[in-house]
Structure formats: structure tokens, C-alpha cells
């Protein structure tokens, strides 16, 4: 289940992660107090286009980020050519078949990449081991054919 957040709840949440009450982000952006307040109120809509830049700027997110757009809080432009994803990787994100939200919580989980290395690991030993298995085949087929 992908549960996006509200324009108030993300705004709440940088200001809580940053652990600044209204009158210190009030004194740090020039935003009014009752202002981001109001933002914060689950039932407030408008929020001024030069408020939103201001946050945005402030806690260091693009505007998208605040306005819902997107989930990314400091990759909001990330070229996909930089990712080194394949078309393939690219059409199976999109297409909805994998929770995209608990992929990225693994990829990002500290001990992933070790996962990845001991998967590596494991899949090269079945790879070599086959390929033993195979040049073993071929020898005693070799041996039969020349030897009648």
C-alpha cells in the first residue's frame, strides 16, 4: 500500500525531524508563526506559492517534494542514465508487478549490500560448479567416442 502524504503531515514532519518549534522556524524563514501553523492544519489549503519556496529552500527539498509529487526529499532530478538501471529494470518499476516502496527499504537496509555479495558468491559457486559438471560431461563423452 503506497500512502503519500499530505502537503501539512510533510511539512510537520521536517519541521518535528529538524526539532524546531513553530517560533524557531518563524525566526529562521520570516514565515509567521501562525502561519506555518495554519500550514501544519490538516484542514488549511492555502499555502502561498513564496511560503512553499521558502521551505522548501529551507529544509533543504524540492517543491515537489512538499507538494506530493514525489517521494525523493533530496534526489528530486536524478537522471535515470545515472542509475544504470536496463530497460528492463525501468518497465518492471513502473509496472506496478513489485512494491517499489519495500524494494527500496531493503536496498537502503545497511546489511543489502552484504546480501548482495553473499548472492553473488552463491550464484557464481552454482555457475562454476555447473560448469565443472559440464567439462566432466564432455570428458566422458570424449573418452566413449574416441575410445571405440
Known amino acids: 500500500m503506497n500512502v503519500t502524504l499530505t502537503i501539512q503531515e510533510r511539512l510537520k514532519d521536517l519541521r518535528v525531524e529538524n526539532g524546531l518549534t513553530l517560533e524557531q522556524l ?3 524563514t520570516g514565515i509567521s508563526k501562525s502561519a506555518l501553523g495554519n500550514y501544519e492544519t490538516e484542514d488549511y489549503k492555502d499555502i502561498s506559492h513564496t511560503s512553499i519556496v521558502t521551505l522548501a529552500k529551507f529544509y533543504g527539498v524540492s517543491t515537489d517534494y512538499l507538494l506530493g509529487m514525489t517521494e525523493n526529499k533530496n534526489h528530486p ?3 535515470l542514465a545515472e542509475l544504470h538501471l536496463s530497460d528492463e529494470m525501468i518497465g518492471l518499476l513502473r509496472s506496478g508487478k513489485i512494491n517499489t516502496r519495500l524494494l527500496c527499504e ?3 537496509h ?3 549490500v ?3 555479495a553473499d548472492i553473488e558468491i552463491y550464484v557464481d559457486g552454482i555457475a562454476s560448479m555447473q560448469i565443472q559438471n559440464l567439462n566432466t560431461l ?3 563423452a570424449r573418452v566413449e567416442i574416441v575410445g571405440r
Do not use: G, I, P, S
Open 110 to 112: 545497511r546489511d543489502f
Open 77 to 79: 532530478n536524478a537522471d
Open 106 to 108: 531493503m536496498a537502503a
Open 138 to 140: 564432455v570428458d566422458m
Open 26 to 28: 518563524e525566526q529562521r
Open 114 to 116: 552484504k546480501l548482495l
